[in-house]
């Protein structure tokens, strides 16, 4: 009997140690919330893990005819070997920009070796008042979805420019939940209820090779009641996550909302808003800000201002990582290349992957097998960091959360 009851108290007490266990070990959202880089430290990873576990980007940049320059201008500033880039010239630029684009592509070694610059085989035709370009960011998101494991989806224009280096937002972004999706969004529609929700209009760039005006239809349509509509930036920084949930839809709320906006005026500034914050999973994953220092109108029209040096201050004080939109070859981006980026002419921003040894007007210009694991931040990373606490602080990210 005695054996008997030995026995019977250390099976309960096993048991109970490995309950103990389980729960100490099973995954929480506050885990999340914890910082990965504290995390590596603490369980004395190696630099290539620490890598792995550092957030990586997916970068879709897209451009039309005359925009070549631009975008490799903007790669080459934004160019990390752990990113990945899918770039897209639509079908109104010409086969000649299209082949130097990728001329231009396969003659830098770097990317060859990294294997993370890819361009879109077959552009799409974009008329930005319509669906079409909706369309060209979901086709962006789908290709990217297959190539790589990263942690958040960048759409970005050629007429776009960073306004800090890779390795800092890379830093910044280390402390976040992967979960988060930095879109702006707001139910208080305002006159885009008469210029945007009621009007029905067909695009004629989705069934036709030329590019033309929309069409608009002399009815008009009622709100919705299916669903609550919300607007915001068509630029934005999304999770794998939800980027997945956009394509795969585990319910059916993608697919129909995507029908709904395929006859809506200026679509990408709605659809995604309108998605996230009705569905239940991903609603209150939302902080309200596109990452963009964008200046507009009073009111806003269909394109936002340029900037200039005369804005070159506001860059800096807005702390946001990204800026839109810029004239070609403008005063200011050479600007923002010496005193924000560090990048010299026609090279990449310089950042920790780079060769320390190799030329000193482009220590880039080679690759070291295990520099993709080291970061030099600079002062942009304290910005985006500042603003990054100021944006999912408590009080601040429930008052922004899809209302």
């Known amino acids: 009997m005695e054996v008997t009851r030995c026995m019977i108290s250390f099976i309960l007490t096993s048991l109970l140690l490995f309950f103990i266990a389980h729960l100490s070990l099973a995954p929480s959202t506050a885990r999340n919330d914890r910082s990965y880089r504290n995390l590596a430290a603490r369980d004395g990873l190696p630099s ?94 789908s290709m990217l979805l297959r190539v790589r494991s990263w942690d958040w989806f960048i759409n970005l224009s050629a007429s776009d420019y960073p306004l800090i280096t890779q390795d800092d937002l890379i830093s910044a972004f280390e402390d976040m939940p992967r979960n988060l999706n930095f879109i702006e969004h707001t139910s208080n529609l305002g006159w885009k209820v008469n210029k945007r929700v009621k009007p029905i209009i067909i695009d004629p760039g989705l069934y036709e090779l030329e590019k033309s005006e929309i069409l608009w239809l002399p009815k008009q349509r009622s709100m919705p009641t299916a669903f609550r509509l919300f607007t915001g930036s068509a630029w934005m920084v999304l999770s794998r996550s939800f980027v997945e949930y956009c394509l795969l839809g585990w319910d059916n709320l993608p697919r129909t909302l995507l029908m709904y906006y395929t006859n809506f005026v200026s679509s990408p500034e709605g659809y995604f808003q309108t998605l996230i914050c009705n569905s ?66 026609g090279k990449f921003t310089y950042g920790g992957w780079c060769n320390p040894d190799g030329e000193r007007e482009n220590p880039c210009s080679t690759f070291v097998a295990g520099n993709g694991t080291m970061l030099r931040p600079g002062p942009g990373s304290r910005r985006l960091k500042a603003l990054l606490t100021r944006l999912i602080s408590r009080r601040s990210i429930q008052n922004s959360q899809c209302k």
């Not at 001329?103 to 294997?115: Q, S, T, Y």
């Not at 209150?284 to 201002?305: C, E, F, G, K, M």
């Open 48 to 141: 290539a893990v620490f890598a792995e576990i550092r957030p990586k980007f997916a970068y879709f940049i897209s451009g039309s005819k005359g925009d070549l320059r631009r975008i490799q201008r903007t790669l080459l500033s934004l160019y990390h070997p752990s990113n990945f880039y899918l770039l897209h010239l639509d079908r109104e630029a010409s086969a000649a920009e299209r082949f130097q684009l990728s001329e231009f592509v396969a003659g830098v070694e770097i990317f060859a070796r990294a294997d993370n610059v890819r361009i879109v085989g077959k552009p799409n035709l974009v008329t930005y008042r319509g669906p079409t370009m909706l369309a060209n960011t979901l086709h962006g998101m």
């Open 280 to 345: 239940k999973e991903f609603k209150n994953s939302t902080v309200n800000h596109d990452l963009h220092y964008i200046a507009w109108d009073n009111p806003p029209r269909q394109h936002p201002l340029y900037l200039g040096v005369k804005d070159h201050r506001k860059l800096i004080y807005s702390h946001a990582p990204f800026a839109r939109k810029f004239m070609v070859d403008d005063p200011e981006l050479d600007k923002i290349d010496r005193e924000m980026l560090h990048r010299h002419k």
